[in-house]
């Protein structure tokens, strides 16, 4: 066995004789409350980003269909026959 | 919630609790390897883990094919990489001598087993400085005295 791959046995050996720690029996529910509070923010997040498209987009509409932009500028000034 | 959603929701709670169960040892084994806390007593890897598990909760639904496992390691991973400093002074076990970056590669190299390029690609470090860290790493854990004081524990 070379040096390196001795070096990585003996490592790998320190880590896995280490002492493990005891699991708390709560670990599962404080990530899954963590987890829900995590999804109910992205949900908030999404909402949000809904609510101000659809603002913009009936404002659109309000403004288009107020101003109506496309039937071209009024005719101000009268033509004058020279 | 319409009722299939929430039956789906209590689906993958069903899901995830079973999946802690079977994972949730060896991952704390890792956060307590980590922030180099005794065993025994490890506020701040429960926390890392439970913040890490959090996410792996949330994005339950978009796994679909992917490990739960990685999912939840690559955040634990990237979670200690960002809060490195917070883990500058440990107070126990085997790699408690090692700056926590060396910490993390080492851990993530032997004690996961993950390959070098993508211990490189999660943490976004060249593999050349995850093979430099980890070198030095192992040179100074196991050149540490062999009187371990939170190995003890």
């Known amino acids: 066995m070379s ?62 269909s107020i101003e109506q932009p496309w039937a071209g500028a009024p005719e101000t000034t009268p033509t004058v026959d020279w | 919630m319409s009722r299939g959603r929430r039956r789906q929701a209590q689906r993958h709670a069903r899901e995830f609790d079973a999946f802690v169960a079977g994972a949730g040892g060896r991952l704390l084994h890792a956060a307590v390897l980590l922030t180099g806390e005794p065993p025994a007593r490890a506020p701040a890897a429960e926390r890392l883990l439970v913040s890490a598990l959090a996410r792996t909760y949330a994005d339950w639904a978009r796994l679909r094919g992917d490990d739960p496992y990685e999912h939840t390691r690559q955040e634990l991973a990237a979670r200690f990489a960002r809060q490195r400093r917070r883990h500058r002074r440990a107070e126990g076990g085997v790699l408690s001598r090692l700056p926590p970056q060396e910490r993390l590669v080492v851990v993530l190299r032997h004690g996961e087993g993950v390959a070098e390029e993508q211990a490189a690609a999660g943490l976004g470090l060249p593999p050349e400085r995850v093979r430099a860290l980890c070198e030095r790493g192992m040179a100074a854990a196991l050149s540490r005295p062999r009187d371990p004081v939170g190995d003890a524990a």
């Open chain 1, 3 to 64: 040096l390196p791959d001795r070096k990585e046995t003996e490592v790998r050996l320190l880590l896995r004789q280490s002492v493990h720690p005891v699991v708390p029996p709560d670990l599962a529910l404080r990530a899954a409350v963590a987890g829900e509070r995590l999804l109910r923010r992205r949900r908030a997040l999404l909402a949000l980003v809904w609510a101000v498209v659809l603002f913009l987009v009936c404002g659109a509409a309000v403004w288009l």
